[in-house]
C-alpha cells in the first residue's frame, strides 16, 4: 500500500465509530494533492469533502484585487469543506494544496446524509469545527499584533503538525503568499531563524532542526490553537 492510501491515516475517518466507518469506507475516493492543486473556488458550490491523509491544504481568503492570505492550515488531523455541513453550500474561502500528497474525498450528498444522522459524526465534526475556527481567530490576531519571525514560527509548527515529517517543501514565495507578506520580509525572517540553529532552508526544503526552540520563539498563537486540538479532538488513533 502506498503511504496515504489509507484513510485511517485521517484522524477523522479513524475516530468514526465502527458502524459509521464500515458505511464510509466504500464511498471514501483516493485522490492525489498535487501543490498548487485547488480544491474549491471562492463562491463555488461544494461537491466533495477532502480529508487529506499526507497533504497539507491551505485556506486562503481572496480579495477583490486577487491578493489573499491564509487563514488556516489542514492536514490529516481534518477535513476540508466545513461550510458544505455548517449550513452552506459554498464559501467565502479558497483551499489549495500546499504541500503534496494523498488524501480521499467524500461526495457531498454522502456527507450530508451523515451529518443530518445527528449522531457521532455529527458531534465529531462539530468539534473538528470549534477547533478550525480557533485556528482561524488566532491566526488574524497573530497576523495583526505579532512579528514576522513569530508569524512564521507558528506556520511551521502548525503546518508541521499535519505533516508525518520533520520537514517542509516549500518556497519562499509560497510562504510570502500565504502569510499575506512580502517575499523579501519571509527571506530576512527564515535567515534569522536560519542562523539561531532552529531551521535549515535550501532549495525550497525546510528542515526543523531545534523544535523546542522554534516552540518559544513562536507567539502563544501557536500553543493556543494545539491545546484546541488537543482538547476538542480524539488522540491519534491512526498511529
Known amino acids: 500500500?502506498?503511504?496515504?492510501?489509507?484513510?485511517?491515516?485521517?484522524?477523522?475517518?479513524?475516530?468514526?465509530?465502527?458502524?459509521?466507518?464500515?458505511?464510509?469506507?466504500?464511498?471514501?475516493?483516493?485522490?492525489?494533492?498535487?501543490?498548487?492543486?485547488v480544491l474549491y473556488e471562492s463562491g463555488m458550490r461544494l461537491s466533495h469533502v477532502y480529508f487529506p491523509t499526507t497533504a497539507i491544504a491551505s485556506l486562503l481568503y481572496v480579495l477583490e484585487d486577487g491578493a489573499s492570505a491564509e487563514i488556516a492550515v489542514v492536514g490529516f488531523e481534518g477535513v476540508v469543506g466545513i461550510s458544505l455541513f455548517m449550513g452552506g453550500d459554498s464559501t467565502t474561502s479558497r483551499a489549495v494544496v500546499q504541500s503534496a500528497g494523498r488524501g480521499y474525498r467524500l461526495r457531498a450528498s454522502v456527507m450530508m446524509l451523515e451529518?443530518?444522522?445527528?449522531?457521532?459524526?455529527?458531534?465529531?465534526l462539530l468539534r473538528y469545527t470549534q477547533a478550525l475556527l480557533t485556528q482561524m481567530s488566532q491566526t488574524a490576531v497573530c497576523?495583526?499584533?505579532?512579528?514576522?519571525?513569530?508569524?512564521?514560527?507558528?506556520?511551521?509548527?502548525?503546518?508541521?503538525?499535519?505533516?508525518?515529517?520533520s520537514e517542509l517543501v516549500m518556497t519562499q514565495e509560497l510562504i510570502a503568499n500565504m502569510l499575506g507578506v512580502r517575499r523579501e520580509g519571509v527571506t530576512e525572517a527564515a535567515g534569522?531563524?536560519?542562523?539561531?540553529?532552529?531551521?535549515?532552508?535550501?532549495?525550497?526544503?525546510?528542515?526543523?532542526?531545534?523544535?523546542?526552540?522554534?516552540?518559544k520563539r513562536a507567539c502563544e498563537c501557536y500553543a493556543v490553537v494545539k491545546r484546541e486540538y488537543d482538547r476538542l479532538l480524539p488522540p491519534d488513533v491512526a498511529s
Open 115 to 124: 451529518f443530518n444522522r445527528a449522531g457521532p459524526v455529527l458531534h465529531l
Open 1 to 37: 500500500m502506498t503511504i496515504g492510501d489509507d484513510p485511517l491515516q485521517n484522524h477523522l475517518l479513524a475516530a468514526l465509530p465502527p458502524a459509521e466507518r464500515e458505511r464510509w469506507l466504500p464511498e471514501l475516493e483516493p485522490i492525489d494533492m498535487p501543490l498548487g492543486k
Open 192 to 215: 534569522r531563524l536560519q542562523d539561531a540553529g532552529l531551521i535549515s532552508y535550501r532549495r525550497g526544503h525546510i528542515s526543523v532542526l531545534d523544535r523546542p526552540a522554534l516552540e
Open 143 to 165: 497576523n495583526r499584533h505579532h512579528s514576522l519571525d513569530q508569524q512564521l514560527c507558528r506556520w511551521l509548527l502548525l503546518s508541521l503538525d499535519r505533516l508525518r515529517s
